[in-house]
């Protein structure tokens, strides 16, 4: 991968952190590759992300927008995103110099407006990684959420709040919320109600190229809309939330000593503590 500008942004607030981004800094300029600690431009080759998947997911919608390769070194508390161990940030730099061909993967993202449902007007649109929430207040009764995929009903929904979420959020919220693990590389999008009243209302996996749109009907107060876990809007009765598939993805270059499920078997603790790999026998790989 031909490298000659490479942005570094670490975690906010972590002196610790931000020294380990200087190296870094350094370690790119003895090999003759201009480098930014903490600035993201678009003529950037990559962005190195140093953290855990909160900082990526600050950094996801520019680096979308400017269609730069994210590589996420875990400095955090989870590693879902980041997937780099903080061991292995320089070999797996070295790796991305020397190899011509590096794996990305491109997430979607979602982008989200509400619509006032008094006056018509819409929001600007946000953009979102893992998920868009609508969620009621703690103390409040359940509300009720009137939805549709494109211009067809779905359904109403009575429950704490409701969930839409990437396939890469899947192991979010949505995971929390008892949504499905949804690979990461696919294209869809998951509705999951949180704690809904009838036992009936199960998740569901629309395509990505459907426009989600949910109604909070009345009665009901201000409720909340979160976008990757940080409050965005509040809204109220009638108000609608658009969801829709973004425009770019987030690319992001895998590990390349890991695999996805590689990774979901150590976050999710599948097949107990110290699960190996176990590879695919040759006999059968050659009819693969």
């Known amino acids: 991968m031909k490298i000659e500008y490479a942005g570094v942004v670490t975690r906010p607030d972590s002196p610790e952190v931000e020294q380990i981004g200087r190296e870094m800094i350094a370690w790119f300029e003895q090999r003759g590759i ?12 990559i962005l190195i992300v140093l953290g855990g998947d909160g900082t990526l997911l600050h950094v996801a919608e520019k680096a979308s927008r400017y269609q730069l390769p994210v590589l996420g070194v875990h400095l955090g508390s989870l590693g879902f995103l980041t997937e780099v161990a903080a061991d292995e940030r320089y070999q797996a730099l070295e790796t991305l110099l020397t190899e011509d061909e590096v794996r990305m993967e491109k997430r979607i993202m979602l982008s989200a407006a509400y619509v006032n449902g008094t006056t018509g007007k819409k929001s600007a649109s946000v ?12 103390t409040e009764a359940m509300i009720r959420l009137r ?4 211009r067809e009903y779905v359904t109403t929904y009575r429950a704490d709040g409701l969930i839409m979420a990437t396939p890469t959020g899947s192991t979010a919220y ?30 569901v996996l629309l395509g990505s190229r459907q426009k989600v ?27 609608y939330l658009l969801v829709k598939r973004a425009s770019k993805p987030l690319l992001i270059v895998s590990s390349p000593w890991k695999s996805y499920f590689n990774i979901l078997r150590n976050k999710l603790n599948w097949g107990g503590a110290g699960s190996i790999d176990v590879p695919l026998p040759e006999k059968v790989c050659k009819h693969c």
Do not use: Y
Not at 127 to 138: C, D, M, Q, T, Y
Not at 213 to 239: F, M, Y
């Open 213 to 239: 749109t949910a109604q909070l009907l009345a009665p009901a107060g201000q409720v909340k809309v979160i976008v990757d876990g940080a409050l965005q809007w509040t809204i109220t009765e009638n108000d």
């Open 34 to 45: 201009r480098a930014t600690l903490n600035g993201i431009e678009p003529d950037m080759d």
């Open 174 to 203: 949505n995971l929390s919320a008892g949504g499905p693990v949804v690979h990461a590389e696919l294209e869809t999008i998951v509705l999951t109600p949180i704690c809904p009243f009838m036992l009936e209302s199960r998740p």
């Open 127 to 138: 953009h979102a990684l893992n998920e868009v929430v609508i969620v009621k207040k703690s």
């Open 147 to 150: 939805c549709w995929a494109g």
